[in-house]
């Protein structure tokens, strides 16, 4: 009995177990199925949609009811692509299977794609935020050539950026933001420079090539209470494409005119169910655009590479957490500039440029800078090196997110200059060298605190260290002594008096910046939003500051020794300066509708104390040592704004603006050679203003858009500003520039660009074409912090352009042109060291044209 029953129990178990086998069977293969609907954007079913999952040849039309069914062999997640002649492509990502799943198609001329953005720590509509923004995506990055930020200003008119190398850059918006002409490290940008949530606090950082860059974001106006550090100006937000969990692959190569060659290209996929990783690269070379008739060599060329690693941590739906590092090297052959002209200063007429050159047997060998040589003597040289290393991690909690931004970065800044632009002995030696190391930290709450309450709080923390490395130094040369001779004394032509002479400068600055931020967005109704924010900044600044000279003829003759002390002296200073302030602003919106959206914005912003630290100027031998400290610029700041979509297929956007700024922080020049770069000091008054005006279309596969920006920036009260240079060796070495221009500023400035595309083939490929310009302008604009009658440089527009094919495999190639008219312009004047009556221009790039070919695997 027990056998028989033991025998039963066996067969029953078999059953079962064979059927839950087969049930297992049945149920996997139901789950190979993926299964659903194709709608349009009012849910009408549409037939003949083709339904692909990417990266295989697995695909299936939808029938007349929009259904449609599709076999599956792949492991979830699976990317499904959908395309349907008339709308815009979809990609639907599956991370799990569901037994239905809708799709919705966009008709492309219906419709315009909604831009996202996260500048307020949450995914939103573009056209639903109370702040005037401009985003420029992967594809607009790609597509234009602009591998720079110095080449986005050609997209963003109302973006300013002048580099005479990578150092001495001027990032600004709406005209405000950093000092115009050479970098005085002794003050903190305007202008926020974000990556991945990251400060990068040196301005050298804009010379990097973008690397897997997924977005910019460029945020107009005071940014304090959204961001870490304080933005009195607006703000770069640049996002990078995240590691992914499916293997994914794009490849990318440039060829051009001038030798230019760029390979770029990323690598990602998952480690482990939890852990992804990405990296990405990029290497750019170009031969130089400058002839040095001295060296009979090309120099201002590119030599860049850099290096982007990131991993992805996911162990829960409500944890995020990526460590990124990269580093970048540029070791270019430049920067030196031609001669652009000489302008007749107040000096003696001995003491005037082409005398000088005269008695020292010397013609410059170009008649006009856009023959695009120069005469240096002395090599060129810009290393430039930047790295670091970041943790972000996110955590939901309830309705928000607790984020926390901890950062190291560094700067190594190499240099070798001829600051006189000739090809005489005149400053043999300038290098500045410097290295520069920052630890930040950032931890902020963003969520809806209520129904009608989302709000962001946040702490900040960057801490900086910048010294020489190890020392910086300025040497003068044999022909130093006719461009310092002040009187016609003999003495001046004393042999090997000025040979060799110059000074070593040991300088550090150690910075502390400590906040604490907040803004909330309060719906008091469904279309009207009252949005309040503060902030509390704490900064202080120790710098300490030593030259010493050497060199030159060794004499005890005092008349002789006061000669050299007229070009380089001793001169050391310790000095610390901090401040505290309170800051915020106030935002009124109103959105008419869900097409009309409405606001207005006053700000207070204060950008922090400052200290000079490229050495101070002297009256009657002695040093002027109350220029040390430079006082915080406070800006008074409103707005009002409209931005709408007058049609779906269509944007219209307009925002007035006025900045009031007071004790604004501004480089300035002066004649003394020791004093490196100028030197830093307050105008008591200036005031920004103006309008911008952005829109674009789309008509089937036409796209137009245009932006366009008037901008007035003046001196309102500048009482002691130091002389222009044709005003150089008159009876004042200061004087009133109030009611003068501000620098860098055009009055109008604008950009305009059309894209068509359509279906087609190409050596087999099914794909389209495209065709597309984009058109830059903008007018004259002064190049001299004190306003010159000579240092202005001619408004210029700039066509580029480019034509190529998309193929629907990934693979595409475009052919693309920059400056196509090879306009002459300059981006930037300088005078020269000493203000002889020389200045030199930096001369904007010819015509460039080429081909790239990119590869995405799908």
């Known amino acids: 009995m027990k056998r028989i029953i033991y025998v039963l129990g066996l067969l029953f178990i078999n059953q079962n177990f064979a059927y839950a086998q087969e049930k297992d069977s049945i149920l996997i293969a139901q789950r190979k199925i993926i299964k659903g609907y194709v709608v349009d954007y009012d849910n009408t079913p549409l037939t003949d949609a083709i339904i692909k999952i990417k990266g295989t040849e697995y695909s299936v039309r939808s029938d007349a009811e929009g259904t449609f069914k599709l076999q599956n062999m792949n492991d979830f997640p699976v990317v499904l692509e959908v395309n349907k002649k008339g709308y815009q492509k979809s990609e639907v990502i599956l991370d799990e299977y569901q037994p239905t799943i809708t799709i919705k198609l966009n008709l492309i001329e219906k419709h315009i794609e909604a831009v996202l953005v ?38 963003v008119p109302t973006v300013q950026l002048y580099a005479s190398n990578a150092r001495n850059t001027t990032l600004n918006i709406r005209g405000l933001g950093s000092t115009f002409g050479l970098t005085n490290d002794g003050i903190d940008p305007g202008v926020g420079f974000y990556v991945d949530g990251v400060y990068y606090a040196r301005p050298a950082a804009t010379a990097l090539d973008f690397i897997d860059t997924e977005r910019i974001e460029v945020l107009r106006g005071p940014q304090g209470t959204l961001f870490g550090k304080n933005t009195t100006a607006g703000a770069f937000n640049i996002t990078t494409k995240d590691a992914t969990f499916r293997p994914t692959a794009n490849f990318e190569i440039s060829g051009g005119n001038y030798g230019f060659l ?64 990269d580093i970048t090297d540029q070791k270019p052959d430049g920067y030196g500039w031609p001669v652009a002209g000489v302008v007749t200063t107040k000096r003696a007429a001995y003491r005037q440029f082409y005398n000088i050159i005269k008695d020292l047997n010397y013609e410059i060998p170009y008649n006009s800078a856009f023959e695009r040589k120069v005469d240096l003597d002395t090599p060129s040289k810009a290393d430039n090196q930047l790295g670091g290393v970041s943790l972000n991690a996110d955590f939901k909690l309830g309705k928000g997110t607790i984020t926390s931004t901890s ?53 900040f923390g960057l801490w900086q260290d910048l010294n020489s490395d190890p020392v910086q130094t300025e040497e003068a040369g044999s022909a130093q002594w006719r461009f310092a001779q002040d009187s016609t004394s003999s003495l001046w032509s004393t042999p090997g008096l000025f040979d060799n002479f110059g000074i070593r400068t040991t300088n550090r600055i150690q910075s502390t910046s400590l906040a604490i931020f907040s803004q909330v967005d309060w719906a008091i109704t469904e279309k009207f939003h009252i949005l309040p924010g503060v902030r509390y900044n704490y900064d202080k600044k120790i710098a300490n500051y030593k030259r010493e000279t050497y060199g030159g003829l060794q ?63 002297t009256a009657n031998g002695q040093v002027l040592i109350d220029l040390a400290k430079i006082k915080p610029e406070s800006v008074r700041h409103f707005e009002v704004g409209v931005k709408t979509k007058p049609t779906p297929n269509s944007i219209f956007n307009v925002v007035f603006f006025n900045d009031d700024i007071k004790d604004y922080q501004t480089q300035v020049q002066t004649p003394e050679p020791g004093v490196n770069r100028g030197y830093l000091a307050n105008a008591e008054k200036v005031n920004v203003k103006g309008v911008e005006i952005d829109g674009n279309i789309r008509i089937q596969n036409f796209v137009f858009n245009a932006a366009l920006a008037y901008t007035e920036g ?20 200061f004087k009133d520039v109030s009611g003068g221009r501000l620098p860098g500023i055009s009055k109008w400035s604008g950009s305009f660009g059309a894209e068509d595309s359509f279906d087609g083939h190409f050596l087999g490929f099914e794909g389209s074409y495209f065709v597309g310009a984009d058109v830059f302008f903008r007018s004259n604009f002064s190049s001299s912090p004190s306003p010159s009658q000579y240092l202005n440089i001619s408004g210029y527009y700039l066509v580029n352009s480019r034509v190529g094919f998309r193929a629907s495999n990934g693979l595409s190639i475009n052919l693309w042109a920059r400056n196509l008219f090879n306009r002459d312009y300059y981006e930037q004047l300088l005078a020269a060291s000493g203000s002889a009556g020389h200045y030199a221009g930096v001369i904007g790039d010819p015509a460039t044209f080429g081909v790239t070919l990119k590869y995405t695997l799908k």
């Open 118 to 155: 996260t500048s307020r720590r949450r995914s939103e509509e573009i056209q639903k935020i109370p702040i005037p923004i401009t985003v420029l995506t992967a594809k607009k990055i790609d597509d234009t050539g602009s591998f720079t930020v110095n080449r986005l200003k050609e997209l």
């Open 262 to 325: 760029q390979a770029k290209g990323s690598l990602s996929g998952p480690i482990s169910k939890k852990l992804a990783a990405r990296i990405s690269f990029s290497g750019t070379q170009r031969n130089g655009l400058l002839y040095n008739v001295h060296t009979q060599d090309n120099i201002n060329d590119i030599n860049n590479i850099g290096v982007r690693t990131q991993f992805l941590y996911k162990p829960t739906d409500n944890i995020k957490v990526t460590l990124n590092a």
């Open 407 to 459: 950062a190291f970065r560094y700067w190594k800044w190499t240099p070798l200059n001829d600051r006189d632009y000739i090809g005489l002995p005149v400053f043999t030696i300038s290098s500045g060298n410097s290295v520069h190391k920052q630890w930040s930290q950032e931890i902020r709450y963003s969520g809806n605190l209520t129904e009608k309450l989302h709000g962001v709080i946040g702490v």
């Open 555 to 617: 004499t005890t003759d005092p008349a002789l020794i006061a000669l050299k002390n007229k070009v380089y002296t001793n001169q050391a200073f310790d000095t610390d300066a901090k401040e505290g302030n309170f800051s915020g602003q106030l935002t009124l919106q109103y959105n008419v509708n869900n097409n009309f959206n409405t606001f207005a914005t006053y700000s207070l912003s204060y950008k922090p104390v400052g200290v000079n630290i490229g050495g101070l100027p």
């Open 714 to 733: 003046k001196y309102v009260k500048f009482t002691n500003a130091p002389v222009p240079l044709e005003e150089v060796g008159g009876s004042l070495a």
